[in-house]
């Protein structure tokens, strides 16, 4: 019967059916120390600290100066240097490989970016590791362009930040990465025979060559809250002494409390925590 059937086409909506469906595909990120959802442009306008509980996410490298330096406007050093593989490394892929995939991820070179720019109107050097490159391992060239600019704090007179994250050392240079710790430490004593003042910046994580070259060996050393800070890692470790490691062990909180660093600032209040340590080394 009539009723039935339908004798005339139905609607047509002008939108094709997948252009209706709602596009919500990174539009959240859920947080590890809380499991929250939270919208991802309150994350970012919050640089990238968890609204509800305060954890705080990795912060690339040029946020990273974005968050420090005035205005987010600095010059950029020693930018072209770049490795030349030169163990000619392969393991579960070429190491020329590894390094063209994250050039052309991030658009830097390696894992460290050199800016001279403004810290609350004092100028000043400030290295920032960038963990998304092969996780911010220090080889040759981050050694080589973090040594140029201690070098060029001492010739300008400047101070010196470098926030540090980082796995440590590339194993992929092998032994010249290693060496990049003493080039590095012998520089920064260089600069302390200049009487300038430098700043580490522990974030999550720093750990192996890094920590045990320049990250530690600050005038100042703060953390991140919540920054995973050694040598070895904690898995490693208790599977080494066979026992099991302390609440929170290698956690900037735990090394705060016994000694091993200075103090843990909040990501909102670092930049004025700089400015206030410099005035009080510069005075």
């Not at 060559?209 to 530690?216: D, I, N």
Request: with cysteine; proline share 5%.
């Amino acid at each position: 019967m009539a009723w039935f059937k339908r004798d005339k086409d139905s609607i047509q909506s002008p939108v094709p059916p997948e252009e209706r469906r709602v596009r919500t595909e990174g539009m959240w990120e859920k947080c590890p120390g809380c499991r929250k959802i939270i919208w991802r442009k309150d994350l970012e306008s919050n640089w990238h600290v968890c609204t509800k509980c305060d954890y705080h996410f990795k912060l690339g490298a040029t946020k990273r100066l974005e968050l420090l330096l005035d205005d987010a406007r600095w010059t950029e050093h020693d930018a072209a240097l770049a490795s030349s593989d030169p163990l000619h490394f392969t393991d579960t892929r070429p190491y020329r490989q590894r390094l063209r995939e994250a050039r052309q991820k991030l658009g830097i070179n390696d894992a460290v970016i050199i800016a001279e720019g403004k810290l609350s109107g004092r100028p000043l050097l400030c290295c920032s590791m960038e963990f998304g490159f092969i996780g911010g391992s220090m080889g040759a060239v981050v050694g080589e362009k973090v040594t140029r600019a201690i070098e060029r704090a001492i010739a300008q007179k400047l101070p010196l930040v470098i926030v540090s994250c980082s796995g440590g050392a590339r194993m992929m240079e092998g032994t010249i990465s290693l060496m990049q710790l003493a080039k590095v430490s012998g520089a920064l004593a260089r600069l302390d025979d200049a009487r300038l003042p430098y700043i580490s910046v522990l974030t999550d994580p720093t750990t192996g060559g890094v920590t045990a070259s320049y990250a530690m060996l600050g005038d100042l050393n703060i953390a991140e809250p919540g920054a995973l800070i050694g040598f070895a890692g904690p898995r490693v470790i208790e599977q080494t002494i066979r026992q099991k490691l302390p609440e929170g062990f290698q956690r900037a909180e735990f090394l705060l409390q016994h000694g091993f660093l200075d103090a843990v600032v909040p990501r909102n209040q670092l930049k004025s925590y700089i400015a206030t340590a410099l005035d009080f080394f510069l005075a």
